[in-house]
């Protein structure tokens, strides 16, 4: 889902910057993190001079430079994000204002954080011989060493670096796991650009004639790269539970449908579940559906459904402990929200609830569309923007 018009040039600001951006993938494809990364070059491309460093490249936008980065070794990953990092240092150690890394790469001026960091996986809620095991077996592995040590260097305190968090539950968990960093950490969460209209029947008649969905009855949406973590498995399990002309659009990862096509086929759902694979732009899937779900058993933010939100969709939505944007929503106001992802019981009654009760479904969407109005593109890229600026002052006044 791209970014509409950017920021127009302003005298307001001290000058052009020339700025590098880091994301192994730069498509809107990738997932949250590469469209969070896309929608904030594309504001600010008019504003500074950007360059994308990224060893797979689907996007074109005015005024940006695409510089593709080698990957002799796609596999194991660890190596290949070793290779990323030092490329990308090696491409960017002179001539840039201000460098911005979405990967895990000891340098970088602004470090976004997309995912819960690795330290906080391998030892959170973990004591005594279990913590003692657990650090037996990052010391054995060079690929957690790797990761690990590639965190260390990227959280580590120094003039002129900030961290960024898509999201206050984020934040507490970055501050504990990497106490230095506290200081430098600022939330910009993800955002979303507002649909030009709202959808109509006919619309909505005519994109699911598009995607291949069923012109008539109620229609569930599940988008997400990662079925398994996101919730697809108790989303099918509910759907089982659900009326037969209720039918789930599943947006994401194609390598993964098989599994997933084979697992609706034992639940005798395979006329009611459509795999749209990959999509560059979700927004007809938006248009399309009456609901969107994600149980998530873990997301730092869940950038989808603000983009829900923002088409005035009902939401049903794991927990602020599952997922980050939670913590922003109200129960019954603009979500439903789930206590436990992996209840399908209280999953499908959720999701009856939202087909069954127009007027219910009418208030969320209604509080889902009003809370999206605040989390506009145009002003989380002028945080950014006062980042940038804050970062350069600090590094040139460390310079004397």
Known sequence: MSASASIPLSATFPRKLRIAVFNRTFSPTGGGAERYSIALVEQLAARHEIHVFAQEVDHQWPGVSYHLVSAPLRKPRWINQLWFATATWWATRRGFDVVHSHENTWHGDVQTVHVLPVRYSLFHGRSGWHRFLRGVKVVTSPRLLTYLGLEHLRYAARPGRQVVVTSDS?????????????????VITPGITLPQAPVTPQRK??????LGLPANGPCLLFVANDFRKKGLPAVMAALAHLPAEVVLAVVGNAAQIPLFRERANDLKLGKRVFFLGSLKDVGPAYEAADCLVHPTLEDTFAMVVLEAMAHGLPVVVSASTYCGISGLLTQGANALILN??????????SLLDVLAQPALATRLGRGAADFATHYQWRELALRQEALYFAVLVEKTENQF
Do not use: E
């Open 205 to 210: 008649g005519v994109v699911r004639g598009l």
């Open 170 to 186: 984020l934040r507490t968990i970055m501050a504990a796991s990497y106490p230095a960093s506290s200081s430098r950490l600022s």
């Open 340 to 349: 436990d992802p992996q209840d399908v019981s209280a999953l499908a009654r």
